[in-house]
T-cell receptor, first 113, second 117 residues
């Protein structure tokens, strides 16, 4: 059981470039989400999905797109990177229901120059 | 909207001291869930505990204990006899049960705990 995996671990982009952060889980979890972590602000929800084909916006969705074509994968796309998107990104998954603990991936550290 | 506040940005203690991390939350839901996560220097997020809004029993797990008080909307975390390995960032988080908030975690800002030998 690999749990939640994220690639890449580190990435440097130039302003205006696009890229996709990959996230996969092998626990057959219905719920998946993306957070960004910035100093002094905790983790903030970007987008989430309650199942394949269903996604919705979180607290800070601007500049990001997601899709969920399979239960296992939940990629996060940066459309046109900006320095304000420099952050650490975490993907998480859980069984459905607010009661269930979320399992987090190891994170992707993104720097936008 | 839900909100979680961890008023202590940083705490520094010497090994074997007891330390309490405060967490205050706001929610309009009557059913909700509270969590604590630990983020050690390696960066991963580790689940510590979950508590639902109907269960106000305190919990103890080894050196860790949690005090949940609905009357003050608080869910505080105490480490007894702290150790250097407890040095980490600790996050309190809230999840509401229903509607459009389903499953979405709202995190506090985090408390950086440093335990000195």
């Amino acid at each position: 059981n690999a749990g939640v995996t994220q690639t890449p671990k580190f990435q440097v982009l130039k302003t205006g470039q696009s890229m996709t952060l990959q996230c996969a889980q092998d626990m057959n979890h219905e719920y998946m989400s993306w957070y960004r972590q910035d100093p002094g602000m905790g983790l903030r929800l970007i987008h989430y999905s309650v199942g394949a084909g269903i996604t919705d916006q979180g607290e800070v969705p601007n500049g990001y797109n997601v899709s969920r074509s399979t239960t296992e994968d939940f990629p996060l796309r940066l459309l046109s990177a900006a320095p304000s998107q420099t952050s650490v990104y975490f993907c998480a998954s859980s069984r459905h229901g607010g009661y269930n603990e979320q399992f987090f991936g190891p994170g992707t550290r993104l720097t936008v120059l | 909207a839900q909100k979680v506040t961890q008023a202590q940005t940083e705490i520094s203690v010497v090994e074997k001291e007891d330390v309490t991390l405060d967490c205050v939350y706001e929610t309009r839901d009557t059913t909700y869930y509270l969590f604590w996560y630990k983020q050690p220097p390696s960066g991963e997020l580790v689940f510590l505990i979950r508590r639902n809004s109907f269960d106000e029993q305190n919990e103890i797990s080894g050196r860790y204990s949690w005090n949940f008080q609905k009357s003050t909307s608080s869910f505080n975390f105490t480490i007894t006899a702290s150790q250097v390995v407890d040095s980490a960032v600790y996050f309190c988080a809230l999840s509401e049960a229903g509607g459009t908030s389903y499953g979405k975690l709202t995190f506090g800002q985090g408390t950086i705990l440093t335990v000195h030998p």
